[in-house]
């Protein structure tokens, strides 16, 4: 996916953008242009920028992590692992001046390997991978605190197609064969579509069939462009709905977008909405992605809800903050930078913050939980269930088309009572969600 420094805000300051193509794919997120030198307020971002911004303490209280935290569950003993092309080269110093400023501890370990061979962080594409690496490691630390977080790097971008893919799997596995984590976060997917054939797809499949067999919990972002997605060139939208994989790979638990509406100290002012950025603030799209896959067929999991996904497979499961409007605060210092918080948005968020769930709750459950889909669902989204259901919002877009200057609307799903296609189950309740995963009340 192309980098999507998008912001259109009214006095904004600069916007970061890399030039358009392929070769200058990031993967799923947005970044505001300007910085601050310290963690603005709530408040601060609003007069800076018009819209909200969040941090640790917003987000770790809008998701009902401080029990959690009290009962000494913080991901001890677990690793999250982080898979990004690249890496950034000021990721380890950049993570302590965001732990300072935050309160947060170190984690109690923090490698980072390339299977694959060196990166080339002087690559067109690495600045990109730079911010999505830096909001990757910051937040799944910011939820598990207490987890180790190991970062793999890969020597490739991935971009549209099975481009970086290789690279990715054959990392993958390394990871699973040597016993190196136990939940892995991808921000990253191509649309089903730019795959030569869904054969392509499946031929690279190998390490979520092996994160099966060896109990790790595989996510993916499920995408930043609602319910269309980029073309094979990286540029143009497909006119239609479609999804991103190995979000819509029922081995992966999909992770979509949502706004969260908080004050500064994380209370909610107003219910979760389906991430659906408006003009005034993202140029469009800017919104949550989510439908059906085009090539796997309805999992057994979701047979409850064949009245919402037919034949087919649903994305997203679950869906976690990632709007603009309501922007990560990201602290980052490499070149072409001026060190300081930047704010970001994009389901790039929303998978790191879920993969610190995930990590707390294996070590609340003692063992790993492995593929998470089957239990989510089992869970639900009732009155009863640890994740929230989500009624507010769509994921339709609207855009111009750069290739032909053609506005073009892509019909989407809005989020309704029970399952659906734009929120998917809903919004995780930390605390609740680990003690249901661990099997305890």
């Known amino acids: 996916m192309r980098i999507r420094a998008l912001l259109a805000i009214a006095g904004a300051i600069a916007v970061y953008a890399i030039a358009a193509g392929a070769a200058s794919a990031a993967p799923y997120h947005i970044m505001v242009g300007g910085h601050f030198a310290q963690p603005p307020t709530v408040a601060q971002c609003e007069a800076a920028f018009d819209i909200d911004c969040v941090g640790p303490p917003q987000l770790q209280q809008a998701y009902d992590m401080t029990p959690l935290y009290r009962a000494g569950l913080n991901g001890r003993g677990k690793t999250i692992v982080i898979v990004d092309a690249f890496g950034s080269p000021s990721v380890q110093q950049d993570l302590a001046t965001f732990d300072q400023q935050y309160g947060l501890p170190a984690p109690p370990s923090f490698q980072i390997i390339t299977p694959d061979g060196p990166v080339d962080q002087t690559d067109p594409a690495a600045f990109g991978w730079g911010v999505e690496t830096s909001l990757d490691v910051q937040y799944a630390h910011a939820m598990a605190p207490g987890a180790n977080i190991l970062l793999v790097e890969t020597p490739v971008a991935e971009t549209e197609g099975i481009t970086g893919f290789p690279e990715i799997v054959e990392a993958e596995n390394y990871v699973i064969n040597h016993h190196l984590g136990d939940v892995i976060t991808q921000s990253f997917g191509a649309t089903e579509q730019t795959f030569s054939s869904p054969l392509q797809l499946l031929g690279q499949r190998s390490a979520y069939l092996n994160a099966l067999v060896h109990n790790v919990t595989v996510l993916a972002s499920s995408g930043d462009t609602g319910a269309a997605n980029y073309e094979l060139d990286g540029t143009d939208l497909y006119p239609f709905p479609t999804v991103g994989w190995p979000a819509s790979d029922p081995l992966v638990t999909g992770i979509g977008g949502l706004q969260l509406h908080v004050n500064q100290n994380g209370i909610r002012t107003a219910p979760d909405s389906v991430w659906n950025d408006p003009p005034s603030v993202c140029t469009s799209p800017c919104a949550g992605s989510g439908g059906l896959s085009s090539v796997f067929d309805r999992p057994l ?99 111009v088309q750069p290739s032909t200057n053609q506005t073009i609307t892509v019909n989407g799903y809005n989020a309704t009572r029970g399952y659906d296609l734009a929120s998917g189950l809903g919004s995780p309740d930390g605390a609740r969600l680990v003690a249901a995963l661990a099997g305890f009340r």
């Open 301 to 399: 999991f979701q047979i409850g809800d064949a009245r919402v996904v037919g034949r087919d497979r649903g994305v997203p499961d679950v869906s976690l903050n990632a709007a603009v409007s309501s922007a990560a605060l990201v602290y980052m210092s490499f070149d072409g930078l001026t060190p300081g918080f930047y704010l970001i948005g994009g389901t790039s968020e929303a998978s790191p913050l879920f993969s610190g769930i995930v990590a707390i709750a294996d070590q609340a459950a003692r063992h790993n939980l492995g593929w998470l889909n089957p239990r989510l669902y089992a869970l639900g989204d009732g009155p009863f269930s640890p994740i929230n259901d989500i009624t507010l919002g769509n994921n339709t877009v609207t855009f």
